[in-house]
DNA sequence: CCGGAAATGGAGCGGCCTATCCGTTTCATT
DNA sequence: AATGAAACGGATAGGCCGCTCCATTTCCGG
C-alpha cells in the first residue's frame, strides 16, 4: 500500500498535461529571462507560457525554484566549458578560452549573467554543485596558468566573480551595443591577467551605436 | 508692468521657504540615491525630505529633473578631475589620476555610478556640458599619453564608458565588497590599457565578503 | 495688518506586481 | 463509462508605484 515510486517529498510524477505546461512555462521564462533579465514579472512569464498565473504559483513556488529550472543548463555549459579548458593544449589556451566562454555565455543571455553574479539559490542543489565544480576547475588551471608562467601571480580566484560582475555592467548598460562591447572588454580584461598581453582585441563599436544602447537601458534601470 | 526679473520661463525666482524645502528635498533625494541607486522612490524621497508628495512633484515635475540637481556638483567633481589631470606631470599620470578619481566617484555613490552609464537627460543642459567638457580633456589626455607611449595605441574613447559600465557592476553586485572590489579592478583595467603595465593591485577581498555582499544584493536586483 | 498669490500636503486614481482562493475542467485508473 | 484526484485559470486581495487635484495654510508687499 502506498508503494507508489515517490521516495523524497518532490518526487511524485507529474500528470503528462502539468509537465506539458511546466515545459511551456521554462521555455516562455528562458525568453524572457534572456532578454529582460531576471526581473521579468511572474504574470509576463505566465502570459507568455499560455498558462494562468496560479499554475505557475502551483509548480513554482517561489521566484528561484524557476531560475534555477532554467538556467539549470546553461550552469551545466558552463560547467562543461569549465572541464572541457582543462583538456586544452596549454594552461593559457584553456584559461583564456574558459574566460571568453563564460563571458560569452553572459552575452548570450542577460537573466543569466545575473544568475552568474548572484549567490544564495536556495534549494538548488544541482545548479550550485555545477557551478562549484566550474570554479574548483577553473581554479586548477590557474595554478597551471601561473607555473606556465603566463598567468600573473597575482591573479586571484575572487577576480573571475569580479570579472563575471564587470561584464553584467557592460552588457546591461551597453544594450543592444553590449556584445561587442562585451567582446572587446573581455579582451582587456584577458591583457590584464596575462604576463605578456599579446591579446588582440575586438575594435570598439561606433560611439553612435554605444549611446543608443545607453539609452535603451533607461527604462529598465529606473 | 511685468518687469519682473524673469527672463526664461524658469527664471523666477522662489519664495523662501519652498527654497528651503527644495534643499531639503534634494539632500534628501543624495542620501538616498547614494545608498540605494536611481529606483529610490519619489514617495520615499518626499517621506525623507519631510514634505508631502505634491511638493516634490511640483520642484521637479520629471524624474531626471530631480536626478539632474543632484548629481550637478557630482558631474561638476568629474570634470574638474578631468582638468586637474591635464595638469599632471605626466600625461599618463594624467590619465591614470583621472580613471581612478572617475571611478571613485562611481564607489562613492550608487546613484552617480548610474548617471554616469546614461546618457539622455532630457532638460539638464548644464550637467550634460560638464559630462562633455570631462569627455573632451580625457580625449586629450588619450592623444598626449599614446605620444607618450605610455598608453597602447588601441585605446579608444569608448573604452571609458564600457570602463564606468564595467565598475558600476561591479559595485552594484558586490554590495558592501564593492569599493575595495572596484579598486582591485580599476588596477586590473589599467594594466590593460597601458603599454608596460606595471600598475599595483589591491589585494581581492576575502571571498567571505565578496559573497556576502553577493548576497545583500538580491533584493535590489531583482 | 491685511489680502491675494504662492506654496503646501494628503487623499485618490490607475497601473503593475506578488501571491492566494476556489469553482471548474481534465486526466487516468478501474 | 464512471469517479476521484490532479490540474487548471480567473478573480481577487494587498502592496507599492508615479502622478494629479484641491481645500487649506503660509508668506510677503502694500
Known sequence: MDAKPEGRGKGR????????????????????YGSEGLSASMAAIARAAGVGIATLFRRFPVRSDLVAA????????????????LEAPSAWDGFRGYVIAVCGLQAENRGFAEVLT?????????LERHRQEAVDAFGVLIERAKDEGRLRKDFSPEDLPILLMANAGVLTAAGEAGPESSRRFVGQM???YAVDSAEELEPAPPSRRLLRGMIRQRRTGA
Chains 1, 2 share one sequence.
Not at 70 to 85: G, I
Not at 118 to 126: H, P, Q
Open 13 to 32: 510524477r507529474l500528470r503528462c498535461d502539468a509537465e506539458a505546461n511546466r515545459d511551456r512555462i521554462i521555455e516562455a521564462a528562458r525568453r524572457l
Open 190 to 192: 584577458l591583457r590584464a
Open 70 to 85: 532554467v538556467f539549470a543548463d546553461a550552469m551545466e555549459a558552463n560547467r562543461d566549458a569549465a572541464a572541457a579548458a
Open 118 to 126: 548572484m549567490t544564495s539559490f536556495g534549494s538548488a542543489k544541482e
